[in-house]
């Protein structure tokens, strides 16, 4: 080794010095920074949507449709080389999740329904209970449209000459096999009526309800109930079912249905409110609907003595049970895509604050729908908000003032509205 030239000496060492000066530089190079689609929003006043007070000049972050960052402008780091929108003057919001609605079935009209919400800022809407279709759409993300959830078909007791897509039962063997055929098709929810339809009909029983809960439950699927009456209200309470399609319509609610209620917190009433018989101003829908549609809508809003009353026996049992910390969401029933923003004047009209409303029609729905990455404005939710002109806080038909919709972090198109 001694005996080495010092040619050979000079060249090693050289090799040495460029290995090492290869282990230095590459010690010296930060980590590859992963690609970016980050997009800052800032000055818009910010309602998280659950419950908490508005933060004034807000800003959050959105990066591959999810929020990664939420708070006060101040308080941003925003990521280097992020294009910004500015939202100032601006109320942003979680978009809205209807849990009662009744969609097309036929694929193409079902998209179209699932659009036509998306514009008028739906995030998620669940059809309850007339489903035959195939309910594969549900794992689809549809540019531009709301989500789907479906209680596939719904059971009743027999009602010959009104619907013969529900399930109808009469025994206790048939109401079980109803709910193990829509466990098949993994439905989110059992949808049941019990109603007579103003007598015409043999309402569905204490017994074949109880079954069908019970079987339901032993599967792991929460069941929800159409009803009309208090009496029922208060036997589906005792037989444990999860949720209410509609609110006590025959008499004002009582002490001991408000026990029921109180005893049951994860449960959750869909108030679903009727016309309240008085004749809106309807000018909001200019230029989202065709002008003689918009017209024959403003000529039938005319005010109705029965509706009028017919909403406050509801309006007057949704403001209690809301007082009484029963959990509220928000439905519509029916197809039409703007509906929630009715519901939600309805809702304050019969008693809850704008920011009740808003948390029922956005976080408490979507938990009902148990869209876990939904209904909240934070920071590993899915990007689907509402840019609005006005607070809603203030006057909950400022809802209806959309400037953009944003599903998963992407804008919705909305020049299908004008045309």
Same mark, same amino acid.
């Given at each position: 080794? !001694?005996?080495?030239?010092?040619?050979?000496?000079?060249?090693?060492?050289?090799?040495?010095?460029?290995?090492?000066?290869?282990?230095?530089?590459?010690?010296?190079?930060?980590?590859?920074?992963?690609?970016?689609?980050?997009?800052?929003?800032?000055?818009?006043? !910010?309602?998280?949507?659950?419950?908490?007070? #508005?933060?004034?000049?807000?800003?959050?972050?959105?990066?591959?449709?999810?929020?990664?960052?939420?708070?006060?402008?101040?308080?941003?780091?925003?990521?280097?080389?992020?294009?910004?929108?500015?939202?100032?003057?601006?109320?942003?919001?979680?978009?809205?999740?209807?849990?009662?609605?009744?969609? $097309?079935?036929?694929?193409?009209?079902?998209?179209?329904?699932? &659009?036509?919400?998306?514009?008028?800022?739906?995030?998620?809407?669940?059809?309850?209970?007339?489903?035959?279709?195939?309910?594969?759409?549900?794992?689809?993300?549809?540019?531009?449209?709301?989500?789907?959830?479906?209680?596939?078909?719904?059971?009743?007791?027999?009602?010959?000459?009104?619907? *013969?897509?529900?399930?109808?039962?009469?025994?206790?063997? *048939?109401?079980?096999?109803?709910?193990?055929?829509?466990?098949?098709?993994?439905?989110?929810?059992?949808?049941?009526?019990?109603?007579?339809?103003?007598?015409?009909?043999?309402?569905?029983?204490? *017994?074949?309800? %109880?079954?069908?809960?019970?079987?339901?439950?032993? &599967?792991?699927?929460?069941?929800?109930?159409?009803?009309? %009456? !208090?009496?029922?209200?208060?036997? /589906?309470? &005792?037989?444990?079912?999860?949720? +209410?399609?509609?609110? @006590?319509?025959?008499?004002?609610?009582?002490? *001991?249905?408000?026990?029921? +209620?109180?005893?049951?917190?994860?449960?959750?009433?869909?108030?679903?409110?009727?016309?309240?018989?008085?004749?809106?101003?309807?000018?909001?829908?200019?230029?989202?609907?065709?002008?003689?549609? !918009?017209?024959?809508?403003?000529?039938?809003?005319?005010?109705?003595?029965?509706?009028?009353?017919?909403?406050?026996?509801? %309006?007057?049992?949704?403001?209690?049970?809301?007082?009484?910390?029963?959990?509220?969401?928000?439905?519509?029933?029916?197809?039409?895509?703007?509906?929630?923003?009715?519901?939600?004047?309805?809702?304050?009209?019969?008693?809850?604050?704008?920011?009740?409303?808003? @948390?029922? %029609?956005?976080? $408490?729905?979507?938990?009902? /729908?148990?869209?876990?990455?939904?209904?909240?404005?934070?920071?590993?939710?899915?990007?689907?908000?509402?840019?609005?002109?006005?607070? #809603?806080?203030?006057?909950?038909?400022?809802?209806?003032?959309?400037?953009?919709?944003?599903?998963?972090?992407?804008?919705?198109?909305?020049?299908?509205?004008?045309?």
């Amino acid at each position: 080794m !001694l005996g080495k030239s010092p040619k050979f000496c000079c060249k090693g060492m050289v090799v040495f010095l460029l290995l090492l000066g290869l282990v230095a530089n590459y010690g010296c190079q930060s980590p590859p920074t992963p690609a970016s689609n980050a997009v800052v929003f800032d000055g818009a006043r !910010l309602i998280a949507g659950d419950g908490s007070p #508005p933060i004034e000049n807000a800003a959050f972050v959105v990066d591959g449709g999810r929020f990664v960052q939420v708070g006060p402008a101040a308080e941003l780091e925003a990521p280097a080389g992020a294009p910004r929108v500015d939202l100032t003057g601006t109320t942003v919001m979680p978009a809205i999740v209807d849990t009662h609605t009744h969609l $097309n079935q036929e694929r193409d009209a079902l998209i179209e329904d699932l &659009r036509a919400r998306a514009r008028y800022g739906v995030s998620a809407a669940m059809s309850l209970g007339r489903d035959t279709r195939d309910l594969s759409i549900r794992a689809e993300e549809i540019p531009g449209a709301a989500r789907f959830r479906s209680a596939g078909v719904g059971i009743t007791s027999p009602e010959p000459g009104r619907s *013969e897509t529900p399930y109808w039962v009469t025994t206790e063997d *048939e109401a079980r096999q109803a709910v193990r055929d829509q466990a098949a098709r993994k439905v989110d929810i059992v949808k049941i009526w019990v109603d007579d339809r103003n007598g015409r009909y043999k309402k569905l029983s204490p *017994e074949l309800y %109880a079954a069908i809960i019970d079987e339901a439950h032993g &599967r792991g699927i929460r069941v929800t109930a159409h009803i009309f %009456a !208090l009496e029922d209200a208060k036997g /589906l309470l &005792r037989a444990g079912v999860d949720a +209410f399609a509609h609110g @006590v319509r025959d008499t004002d609610v009582d002490e *001991e249905v408000i026990e029921l +209620f109180k005893e049951r917190r994860d449960f959750v009433l869909v108030p679903n409110l009727p016309n309240r018989g008085v004749a809106p101003d309807l000018s909001w829908l200019g230029g989202s609907l065709p002008p003689d549609e !918009l017209e024959t809508l403003q000529a039938a809003a005319v005010e109705a003595a029965d509706a009028q009353a017919a909403f406050a026996i509801q %309006a007057r049992n949704l403001a209690r049970l809301s007082a009484e910390g029963v959990t509220i969401a928000l439905g519509t029933d029916g197809n039409t895509p703007w509906a929630p923003h009715v519901e939600m004047e309805d809702m304050v009209a019969a008693g809850m604050t704008p920011a009740q409303v808003i @948390v029922a %029609a956005t976080r $408490n729905s979507a938990d009902l /729908l148990r869209l876990a990455d939904a209904g909240t404005l934070e920071v590993g939710k899915r990007a689907d908000f509402l840019v609005l002109e006005a607070n #809603p806080l203030d006057d909950i038909t400022n809802t209806r003032q959309i400037v953009s919709v944003y599903l998963n972090g992407e804008g919705v198109d909305r020049s299908a509205m004008a045309r």
